[in-house]
């Protein structure tokens, strides 16, 4: 399977905005759908943005970041990147990317990664 490498994540103040990078091992990581998806403490891992692949014209995004976050990819760097803007303390979490089965546009994409699969993730905590 597709490995991959998360970072970009920090502590910040509420308002403020990060952008997260993910590096997939793969050369031909243009043929995955990708996703970000967070675990906070105490809480199931949970989807937050998913792309299509090649081009990534579709994209899905949870409705509580809908209008802050966004998805992007860039085949030429097997890589896939989250820009989030206005960040609350309710976006505290280890974040995650991983290839993703994405049949739908209009409905949240689903991991292809096992539990032994996900990669370190990066961790994104936000002050009040």
């Known amino acids: 399977h597709v490995n991959v490498v998360e970072s970009g994540g920090g502590l910040v103040q509420t308002g403020e905005s990060l952008k997260l990078s993910c590096v997939a091992s793969e050369a031909s990581s243009d043929t995955y759908s990708m996703g970000w998806f967070r675990q906070a403490p105490g809480k199931k891992r949970e989807v937050v943005s998913c792309?299509?692949?090649?081009?990534?014209?579709?994209?899905y995004y949870r409705d509580s970041v809908k209008g802050r976050f966004t998805i992007s990819r860039d085949n030429a760097k097997n890589s896939l990147y989250l820009q989030m803007n206005t960040l609350k303390p309710e976006d505290t979490a280890m974040y995650y990317c991983a290839p993703v089965f994405y049949p739908y546009a209009w409905e949240p994409c689903t991991s292809e990664f096992d539990d032994t699969a996900w990669g370190q993730g990066t961790q994104v905590t936000v002050s009040p």
């Open positions: 792309i299509s692949r090649y081009d990534g014209s579709s994209t």
